[in-house]
């Protein structure tokens, strides 16, 4: 006779037990939350700890930093100068006539909102950390819900935790507007799922407002409008359409009315280069640069045709269709306008498709445990070799 039959029966440890269900109990957003929550805290000791050993200051000396002026470099001093002063009247320039670098290449959203916390009695750098930690939060919670739809709750918690331990995951910590975008980006594409577009409208031209990623989720909205359309035609779409081309153009608009040129928006963004953009070229030549002439240049062809390939498979169909027009849209997107340098790996946590596609490789807990594991290993890396030298900012 066994214990059960005779009435008795072997309690799991009680904590355990509790936590598993308290855990099951749990709303799915408040899984997410949690689940990036621990995420985040992981990146932030990371940070931290590098801030505290020798680091290159702005100042160009060496010695520790505290967390808050870890995270508030770089670009960050764009932000915190269009909170504070707006954009300028005049655009720069350098002696030899070429437009320096300016405000203008930044988007208006992220510093505006760090202004109104700001007018409210936040200090910098808080106020856009505060933006950028809700944010990252809102995206936990969005990603869980479009993935869940498409894959199912557990790979779409595995995802938030992907996510969260993604290589450059710390500039969701940043005085950056990544977080936001991101938030957005996750917005439309659950909007579209759900068919809410009247939601998608404001989110796409706010995304407009955020960073230059308007023309490839143009191309996601345009699709899925057109494919809508077919099953019969709605004004909301219409709408939709129209509000993704504008979000396209609208921040170079802006730029070309305050400053009287049609020019100053791709004139700034060409600042920040050696010389003026060009299309495709900068992949061509960084690659051989780099790693070499013949492997550069066959890895440069290489990956884009190999995520495609990966795109048309069987397990990709998983992700829906908005998810792998955004994801080859993008990937688009970067080699044609793209100079690959050290914010390259910042660009990629985008590509969160890709990450959805890897868990769902395999079923297995330990494979997925091996995939965040790895992923937070490559983020300690990433930290220690962009961030506590004088390589490049993120």
């Given at each position: 006779m066994t214990a059960v039959e005779v009435g008795q029966y072997v309690e799991a440890p009680p904590e355990t037990g509790r936590f598993a269900?308290?855990?099951?109990?749990?709303?799915?957003?408040?899984?997410?939350?949690?689940?990036?929550?621990?995420c985040e805290l992981v990146t932030a000791l990371v940070l931290d700890r590098a801030a505290h050993f020798t680091v290159l200051?702005?100042?160009?000396?060496?010695?520790?930093?505290?967390?808050?002026?870890?995270?508030?470099?770089?670009?960050?001093?764009?932000?915190?100068?269009?909170?504070?002063?707006?954009?300028?009247?005049?655009?720069?320039?350098?002696?030899?006539?070429?437009?320096?670098?300016?405000?203008?290449?930044?988007?208006?959203?992220?510093?505006?909102?760090?202004?109104?916390?700001?007018?409210?009695?936040?200090?910098?750098?808080?106020?856009?950390?505060?933006?950028?930690?809700?944010?990252?939060?809102?995206?936990?919670?969005?990603?869980?819900?479009?993935?869940?739809?498409?894959?199912?709750?557990?790979v779409a918690l595995w995802s938030v935790a992907l996510l969260g331990s993604f290589p450059a995951a710390p500039v969701l910590q940043l005085a950056y507007s990544e977080a936001l975008a991101l938030a957005l980006l996750l917005a439309v594409l659950r909007c579209l799922q759900r068919g809410q577009?009247?939601?998608?409208?404001?989110?796409?031209?706010?995304?407009?407002?955020?960073?230059?990623i308007a023309?490839?989720?143009?191309?996601?909205?345009?699709?899925?409008?057109?494919?809508?359309?077919?099953?019969?035609?709605?004004?909301?779409?219409?709408?939709?359409?129209?509000?993704?081309?504008?979000?396209?153009?609208?921040?170079?608009?802006?730029?070309?009315?305050?400053?009287?040129?049609?020019?100053?928006y791709t004139d700034t963004m060409a600042a920040w280069r050696p010389g003026a953009v060009h299309l495709l070229q900068p992949w061509w030549s960084r690659s051989g640069q780099y790693l070499g002439p013949v492997f550069g240049r066959v890895l440069v062809l290489a990956l884009p045709v190999t995520v495609l390939w990966w795109l048309t498979r069987p397990?990709?169909?998983?992700?829906?269709?908005?998810?792998?027009?955004w994801t080859t849209a993008y990937l688009g997107y970067l080699y044609l306008v793209l100079d690959p340098t050290t914010s390259l790996f910042r660009y990629l946590l985008l590509f969160f498709p890709i990450g959805v596609l890897l868990?769902?490789?395999?079923?297995?807990?330990?494979?997925?445990?091996?995939?965040?594991a790895a992923s937070f290993g490559l983020q300690l890396v990433w930290v220690v070799v962009i961030w506590r030298t004088a390589f490049g900012p993120p």
């Open positions: 269900r308290r855990w099951r109990a749990l709303p799915p957003w408040a899984k997410a939350l949690l689940v990036m929550l621990a200051t702005s100042a160009g000396d060496t010695g520790p930093v505290s967390y808050p002026g870890f995270v508030a470099r770089w670009d960050s001093a764009w932000y915190r100068r269009i909170a504070q002063l707006g954009y300028p009247a005049v655009v720069p320039h350098l002696p030899d006539g070429r437009v320096a670098q300016n405000p203008w290449a930044f988007y208006p959203l992220y510093p505006a909102a760090a202004a109104v916390l700001m007018r409210l009695g936040i200090a910098w750098p808080y106020a856009p950390l505060l933006i950028s930690f809700g944010s990252s939060m809102a995206s936990a919670v969005l990603l869980r819900s479009v993935v869940a739809r498409l894959a199912g709750p557990a577009y009247w939601w998608a409208v404001a989110a796409t031209l706010a995304l407009g407002l955020t960073r230059p023309v490839p989720l143009g191309v996601v909205v345009l699709v899925h409008v057109v494919r809508r359309w077919r099953r019969g035609p709605r004004p909301a779409l219409a709408v939709l359409a129209v509000a993704a081309v504008a979000a396209a153009v609208l921040w170079p608009a802006v730029v070309a009315v305050r400053t009287g040129d049609l020019h100053t397990l990709a169909r998983r992700l829906g269709a908005d998810l792998r027009v868990l769902l490789a395999s079923p297995s807990v330990a494979y997925r445990r091996t995939l965040v």
